[in-house]
Structure formats: C-alpha cells, structure tokens
C-alpha cells in the first residue's frame, strides 16, 4: 500500500458518505489552517509555516476559497503544492469532524493501553505522548521529519531519530502513534504499510480525520482529532498564530478519542 493507494481509498471514503458544502471562511495560521463550511462545520489542517512561503498560491485559490467547487476542494489534498494539499485536508474534516462524534470520546488513549512496557514509535515529535508512553514503561522512539528544529539535547534525551530509520525502528514495535498531519503529507499510506503486524495503533491530532470505516479497515485502534467548540474565537486565535495548546487551554476546543474497536 502506497501513499498514492491510501489516499485515493481516503478521498473515496469522503465521497461515498458525507455531502459537500461550500466554504463560508478560513485563515490560514502559522500553524493551523482553519476552513469553516456553510454548515457551521469547523475543519483543521496542521501547517508548515514555511510551506506557504517558499510554494506560494500560483492558482489563486487560497483567496478565493468560497468560490471554489466543494468536490475541487476534496481533491486538492492530492495536489503536489503542500499549500493546497493543507486547504484539502482542512475541507474535507470540516465536514467529517462533526460534533456528533463527542459522544464517542472514550478520554485519554493512552490510559487504555497496557502498562507493562514494550516498544512504541511515535511519529512526529509529540511531547506529552512521549512522556506519558516513558512513564508507563515503554521504551519509545520518535521519529521526526525536521529533525533541525528540535534542539541537540532533547534529540538525545527522548531518542529523536531520522525519517529514513522509520523501517527499521518499527518492525520491533508493539505500539505505533501517528500524527494527524501524515494524513497531508501524504506518507500514512506508507506509515501504516510498514506497520501492519503492530497490535496497536493510533492516529492523534487535531487535524485527524475522523474517517471512522476506512481506518478501521487498516486497524487502526485509535483516532483522535479536536472539535471546535467557538468558532469565532477559534479563528481568532489561528489568525494570531496560536495553536493547539492555546486553543485548549482557552476552551475553544474539545479533544475526543474513538475506539474503533468498539465500533
């Protein structure tokens, strides 16, 4: 299963169950995109800060959003700019990530796993996760893509590694944690390719997309995204360049888990 795979069965997954609606706002933080639909629908995307800068909008979209066709704006998370790739993703969890799903918050994942140790990988350097997978025994490995952004000492400290060493970090794994934004990159596909004979998996962040059948399909046991609580004050806070721990902290937001295993 490669990346170009995945996200064909993920645009398909979106077609075949949701309707489309069109943009009414978005801002495009420097660390969140946000996309609002006409339903009200609040969307998340995770951003570079220096995607927009260095690939630019050569099409005009990223003004013009509430002009663009719904189905145009699905497809653009298969597009080869970064930048749009981010306006697709944001989009289409503006639709799948709907209040609704609160009522399936099942709280902290980590706290339903084992405590009895073992060997976990954590894709993108997610600091809290990493630590609370330490405090209950596990011996973790962080596998991050700018590695030049996070400082010398706590690349030795909490065992940072290089994207290459993904392959052979992961065949020892018991439990693998993915960030919602390998959704945009486009690399879950290989991700979870790799990972196939990891008893536990999850994807956490508030830009997962809460595509509950597709990714229970690759047993997934865990999705985590955020659901916008205020829109208003939540683009208000994206466009100052705050974001997820503001958001949370200010209650503008609600992190919910899904067991697929339940479902």
Request: hydrophobic share 40%; net charge neutral.
């Amino acid at each position: 299963m490669n990346g170009v795979k995945f996200i064909n069965e993920f645009i398909r997954a979106f077609i075949e169950n949701y309707p489309r609606f069109r943009v009414s706002r978005w801002v495009y933080g420097d660390k969140y995109l946000a996309i609002e639909n006409e339903n009200y629908g609040l969307g998340f995307a995770h951003v570079d800060s220096i995607v927009k800068i260095v690939w630019r909008d050569p099409d005009n979209i990223l003004d013009r959003l509430d002009e663009v066709d719904p189905n145009d704006l699905t497809y653009l998370i298969q597009h080869p700019n970064p930048a749009y790739k981010y306006v697709g993703h944001a989009y289409i969890n503006s639709i799948v990530n709907s209040r609704d799903l609160v009522e399936l918050d099942i709280g902290d994942p980590l706290d339903k796993i084992p405590s009895n140790g073992g060997t976990a990988i954590v894709v993108g350097f997610i600091a809290p996760i990493v630590r609370k997978l330490k405090e209950l025994r596990y011996r973790v490995y962080a596998i991050e893509a700018s590695l030049d952004t996070i400082p010398g000492d706590i690349r030795y400290r909490d065992e940072i590694y290089p994207w290459w060493s993904y392959e052979d970090l992961v065949i020892d794994a018991d439990i693998l944690v993915l960030s919602g934004s390998t959704i945009s990159n486009n690399t879950i596909g290989y991700l979870l390719d790799k990972a196939r004979h990891v008893p536990m998996k999850m994807i956490l962040g508030p830009s997962t997309t809460l595509l509950i059948k597709l990714f229970k399909k690759y047993r997934v046991r865990f999705l985590g995204s955020s659901i916008s609580l205020d829109n208003d004050k939540v683009f208000k806070i994206v466009k100052e360049g705050y974001g997820y721990h503001t958001l949370k902290n200010m209650g503008l937001i609600k992190s919910i888990t899904i067991d697929l295993s339940h479902l």
